[in-house]
């Protein structure tokens, strides 16, 4: 047990900064936690022994402060710093600050943090390393012959990629020449930022994100806790993921596992972290990137390997070793249970949790940072929590977390609950009644979420969720099922909303009892019925989430045609996109490239003919939004 660290900071906020407090606390190490205003009451803050307000009311204001942390961490008398994952986690000025503030970093050496952090440079560590990254071009892309050389040696499509990006940020795939060359002429313009700033890789399709947990201390010590398939992804983000990752063809594991101890070994790395793979169906094995941090889903591979991965953290970071003897044991599901609303393709939400039962029993284990009452904040991370299913081995933890998904119970907001009961029980995931195991990054896109023009770019459609949304969800909401008795016997009944609407008074009454309908296993989606105005064709386009605008594609005075791309936002390492909802000219852009909107901002407005606009030129009333605001960026 660290014998130095007498008090620790937790960076971070939710279910894992909840989780670093609890391991900290079985440590017998006392806990700072941080917070803003709409975490006053979260449950890590509570069970911290004690806390400190970080006012503002955005991210960089609070969690990504690095002077204000520096100084609680100061203030606090904590000689620690756990950076959790996220925010702060990976940022390399931060924990230099750490460290010259005279405390100890939980995680790697800042220059570790450098080398792995930008992805050109990750990918030239790779093969120093003699690990093979996925094929591209290991510099920026500025000069459109190589650009043009490598597609055609290598064939379409490509992915250009932010070298600071991740998770699916600043991800555009080109099919042929014309969309390579209007990428490379148009980006000054469209895209916002440097073509220094992209690199390129050819785009694996039908490839699987297979990852290794590792850990590596200051003794030379090197150890694999266990693998994980996370290729369950909307957006290029993680939703299902699994430990350890079943069938591999053969020789995979071995490759693994050294390719990830070169890697460590060459930045010298010292802590826990997380080395990507993609495995083609040929069963070549490619490096994506190094996570040099805990991951979301490192509860998994805890599950089979039998240890509590934040305590290695803490002995490493106090010099320690690393438990090298962890034998493997069954098979572990995570299910991250976000605010995300399945019938608008998975957008983010928010709400207030009416009520929460999570599911219980044998090989149940849930990490969650809300309790029932508590509101879900659009302007943070919608995940509330994580559904953790373990058994003796892959089929029986199938078969649990269905039985865990009957139990669970959430109302109030959306979950993508439904969604796993389809993923559960579909036998190209479950690999059951003599169906192979046929699972990619794409296979959830393709299959449930209907979105593969969008999703191949990295994003998903957010402005479409007030109009083609709110349709679909009026159509799953056509009927209402209600729980009755009929001779002492038990039954389901289905009625349509019609019927119901009349025995309950009229609409205003449907909508009401609709309000207050369990959202689980009714497509989850957002109840709060919209004012559609001109039939979504008010002519404002706004935007459905707290985000930072990476990417304009049009200029005032274009043309545009329902469904072009208008605007790519980014929001807790996702890209979503703001698609034209109608036919029209764009007559006013009010943000710009890096700009901070809030949900609801006007991002710009098109004429559609003779819709309503406010006389100054700004918007009236948004036709694809709930909420509604006026002006620019603030």
């Given at each position: 047990?660290p ?8 960076a ?7 989780r ?5 606390r ?44 520096i ?21 390399a ?31 030239r ?7 093979p ?16 050389d ?9 992915m250009?990629?932010?070298?600071d990006?991740?998770?699916g ?9 014309d969309?390579?060359r ?17 690199f ?22 090197f ?8 290729s ?22 071995e ?28 069963g ?12 979301v ?17 803490l ?15 069954g098979h572990s ?24 039962a999570?599911?219980?029993g044998?090989?149940?284990?849930v990490?969650?940072?809300?309790v ?9 991370d ?11 081995d ?12 009957e139990?669970l ?61 709110a ?20 039954v ?34 957002h ?47 996702m890209?979503?996109?703001v698609?034209a ?36 030129g ?14 620019g960026?603030?």
């Amino acid at each position: 047990m660290p014998k130095n660290v007498n008090k620790l900071l937790v960076a971070n906020r939710g279910e894992i900064a909840l989780r670093v407090v609890r391991t900290a606390r079985e440590m017998g190490i006392p806990t700072v936690a941080v917070y803003a205003e709409q975490d006053r009451h979260a449950q890590y803050v509570q069970m911290a022994d004690d806390a400190y307000l970080l006012s503002g009311d955005t991210y960089k204001d609070t969690y990504l402060n690095e002077d204000l942390l520096i100084d609680i961490l100061q203030r606090s008398g904590a000689d620690a710093v756990h950076p959790g994952y996220g925010f702060l986690s990976e940022v390399a000025s931060f924990a230099q600050k750490v460290l010259d503030a005279g405390a100890t970093w939980v995680g790697p050496n800042p220059k570790a943090l450098v080398d792995l952090g930008d992805k050109i440079t990750a990918r030239r560590v790779a093969t120093f390393a003699k690990v093979p990254p996925v094929p591209g071009i290991s510099q920026s892309i500025s000069d459109m012959r190589l650009l043009l050389d490598f597609a055609h040696t290598h064939g379409y499509p490509l992915m250009l990629k932010r070298t600071d990006g991740g998770g699916g940020r600043g991800i555009t795939l080109v099919h042929n020449d014309d969309e390579l060359r209007g990428f490379y002429m148009n980006h000054d313009a469209l895209q916002g930022g440097d073509l220094d700033e992209y690199f390129v890789e050819r785009f694996i399709d039908k490839g699987r994100h297979v990852e290794t947990q590792c850990g590596r201390d200051s003794h030379g010590n090197f150890t694999v806790y266990s693998t994980r398939d996370c290729s369950v992804q909307r957006r290029n983000q993680k939703l299902v993921e699994e430990a350890p990752a079943s069938f591999l063809p053969d020789g995979v594991l071995e490759q693994l596992e050294t390719y990830s101890r070169r890697l460590f070994d060459a930045v010298d790395y010292v802590g826990l972290g997380t080395c990507e793979f993609m495995v083609t169906e040929q069963g070549k094995v490619y490096f994506l990137e190094v996570n040099p941090r805990l991951q979301v889903e490192h509860t998994v591979s805890e599950e089979v390997c039998g240890l509590d991965l934040v305590r290695e953290q803490l002995t490493i970071a106090n010099g320690g070793e690393l438990t090298v003897d962890h034998p493997l044991r069954g098979h572990s599901f995570e299910l991250r249970l976000t605010c995300e609303d399945p019938a608008k393709n998975l957008a983010p939400s928010s709400g207030t949790l009416t009520k929460l039962a999570w599911p219980s029993g044998p090989g149940i284990r849930v990490d969650s940072g809300v309790v029932e009452g508590d509101t879900v904040s659009p302007k943070f991370d919608s995940m509330m929590g994580k559904l953790v299913v373990t058994a003796s081995d892959r089929a029986t933890a199938v078969a649990r977390v269905r039985r865990a998904l009957e139990e669970l119970k959430v109302e109030g907001v959306p979950t993508p609950a439904s969604l796993f009961e389809q993923i559960f029980n579909d036998d190209e995931f479950t690999a059951e009644h003599g169906v192979a195991y046929d699972v990619s990054t794409k296979w959830l896109e393709r299959k449930y979420l209907n979105k593969e023009a969008s999703s191949t770019k990295g994003g998903q459609p957010a402005s479409m969720a007030g109009a083609s949304g709110a349709k679909e969800a009026e159509q799953k909401e056509s009927s209402e099922t209600f729980v009755i008795e009929v001779n002492n016997h038990r039954v389901s009944l289905t009625v349509p909303n019609d019927i119901v609407a009349n025995l309950t008074g009229g609409a205003k009454a449907r909508d009401a009892k609709r309000a207050i309908q369990p959202l689980r296993g009714q497509g989850l989606h957002h109840v709060e019925k919209k004012q559609q105005g001109n039939d979504g064709q008010s002519g404002v386009i706004a935007s459905p989430m707290q985000a930072v605008v990476t990417r304009i594609n049009v200029v005032e005075g274009q043309d545009v045609a329902k469904g072009d791309l208008l605007v790519v936002l980014e929001s807790m390492k996702m890209e979503n996109y703001v698609y034209a909802p109608v036919k029209g000219t764009v007559t006013k852009i009010f943000v710009g490239p890096a700009a901070g909107i809030e949900a609801g901002e006007t991002l710009m407005t098109i004429d559609v003919n003779g819709a309503s606009k406010a006389a100054d030129g700004k918007p009236a009333t948004d036709g694809n939004t709930e909420t509604k605001t006026e002006g620019g960026a603030k």
